[in-house]
């Protein structure tokens, strides 16, 4: 739906009316300060002022109703900008930002430098000599590649050399350099055929095998020509099950997009020695033009998500390809006809098919998401909500007693910014106190680091613990963030949110998106503090049964513990486990008779 931006920002307004006419870089800010996007532009003053004017639809107008004030970076060139633009989203890592996290690395295939060679995969390329070949994007066609390799070729296996022949060598698939001298010949030789190999001319290689069997049967050395025979069948069910798509055998990736309803989705394929072995698919939403987020959607695949870089790349007519070639250094091409327009057309229809199918799971995905959030900021009369961080207790009369903050950004829980905290200060089973506690050392720490502050504040509990916090946020730290509670009805269910000052709830139905959220929110809080609590409670219990026994202080309790992690597994233990940790054989002896009397 396309919606017109309400009033502007008169900050704002000022600096529209300054923007150059120049290439550059662009950072919006929300009112805290944090940048939420960063975009880059051929002419400054026309691209920014387009966030503020006319209509847009509405994840654009949700980015636009977020900014408070932006800044500005102008450059030389188009493509100074650009490099830029990536540089300044890898720093910042702003949320309306396509986020390309994908840090894996693809494995390779190598074959060592060393006297007496041998294949491993490996994830990281080092300067050590050996011979690297891939990537494969594919893990599996990498491990069944080697496997075929160590079957034809009898380079060792181990990685240090044992003093006797070992199976590998009875089974014709090692040379055994234990006990035998092999010379620098025969190596020369099996290494030159393994990189022929993997360079694309396993044919020659399965053709060489055929003459050499059908020469074996000549000779009557059957033996010999079942060997040629079995080698010919790996070849073909490992290399031969993928269709070719080039006969060059060069390493290429080829880049297709398509974009509908303001999203764009992305698919890469990935050909190694002229096939077609893996595909990347991303889709995220875009906020420029589609040609321009492309470009910046190639040098952040190459650059942050760590890609490895092929000899060509591939894409649609659309793409400014000499920016791109500037940018990745590599050879970019738009095919005009044959195989490679081809492979590029088939990713775009593969882009098509695939932003089709996945609206309605987008669709669905908002509603349960960020349209919740807008809709709970709506029914408190607050900003959107779009950083929520919630609270819950948990301890058993007042044993190990532990907090747990959970926070979920734009309606999604992320969990690499959940915390558990064990109570310090407080005695007893105090949840006020424990509340108070807790929130103090969470946003004491915010302030001192310049970490980014919530926009909700959600405690699972009801009155009492939403004053006890309020007199800490307000009266002890000086911050006025919006604070809530969660009460649960008789069946310990999301019963409503309270909210305000005096505390009112807040009508919200039931059926709703919002209402739905809460509950998860609530479910996940009081998940991830129970199971803190158990872990400690658990420790708890099983150093304290060791408290009693002579010999066995601090440093032997957390042997026992690392070693063993519960008291069931500590009864199975002999006496000759518990010596081999360290302990004598009295204190063994002792622990023993402890566990069982138990």
Sequence with gaps: MVKEVAGIN???????????????????????GTIIYVGKAKVLKNRVRSYFSGSHDGK?????????DFEYIVTSSN????????????????????????????????????????????????????KYFGPYPNVQAANETKKLLDRIYPLRKCSTLPDRVCLYYHLGQCL??????????????????????????????????????????????????????????????TMEKQKMTTTDFTDRDVFGYAVDKGWMCVQVFFVRQGKLIERDVSMFPIYGEPEEEMLSYLGQ??????????????????????????????????????????????????????????????????????????????????????????????????????????????????????RK???KTVEGPDDYESMREVVRRRYSRVLKEGLPLPD???????????????????????????????????????????????????????????????????DEVHRFAITFHRQIRGKNAFQSMLDDIDGIGEKRKKLLLKTFGSVKKMKEATVEQFRSLGLPADVAEKLIQKLHDS
């Design 10 to 32: 008169p900050i704002i307004k000022q600096k529209l009316a300054l923007l150059p006419d120049q290439p550059g870089c662009y950072l919006m800010k929300d009112r805290q």
């Design 60 to 68: 654009t107008l949700r980015l636009v109703n977020e900014i408070e």
């Design 79 to 130: 493509i100074e900008a650009l490099l830029l633009e990536i540089n300044l989203i890898k720093k910042h890592d702003p949320k309306y930002n396509i986020m390309l996290k994908d840090d894996k690395s693809y494995p390779f295939i190598k074959l060592t430098a060393e006297r007496h060679p041998k294949l491993i995969i490996t994830r990281k390329v080092k300067k050590d000599k050996g």
């Design 176 to 237: 055994a350099p234990c006990v035998n001298e092999v010379s620098e010949e025969q190596y020369k030789q099996i290494t030159d055929e393994i990189t022929r190999f993997l360079n694309g001319g396993y044919k020659e290689i399965k053709k060489e095998l055929s003459e050499k069997m059908l020469l074996a049967a000549e000779e009557l050395d059957f033996e010999r020509a079942k060997e040629y025979r079995d080698k010919i069948a790996h070849i073909e069910t």
């Design 301 to 418: 695949f190459y650059e942050k998500a760590n890609h490895f870089k092929p000899k060509e790349i591939l894409v649609q007519e659309t793409v400014e390809s000499d920016v791109a070639e500037q940018l990745l250094h590599v050879k970019v091409i738009k095919p005009q006809r044959g195989q490679k327009k081809d492979l590029v057309k088939l990713a775009v229809k593969n882009a098509q098919i695939a932003l089709n199918e996945k609206f309605s799971l987008i669709e669905r995905d908002e509603e349960r998401t960020i349209k919740a959030v807008e809709n709970l900021g709506k029914a408190m009369g607050i900003y959107t909500p779009h950083r929520i961080e919630a609270f819950d207790n948990s301890n058993i009369q007042g044993t190990s007693p532990v907090s747990a903050v959970v926070v979920f950004l734009d309606g999604k829980a992320n969990k690499k910014e959940y």
């Design 421 to 423: 905290y064990k109570i």
């Design 456 to 522: 909700l504040i959600i405690i699972d509990g009801g009155k009492g613990h939403i004053e006890a916090v309020r007199d800490i946020l307000e009266n002890e730290l000086g911050l006025d963030i919006p604070l809530s509670g969660l009460a649960k009805d008789e069946k310990h269910r999301t019963s409503q949110l309270l909210y305000g000052n005096p505390l009112e709830v807040v009508p919200l139905a039931r059926n709703s998106q919002e209402f739905y959220l809460l509950q998860r929110i609530q």
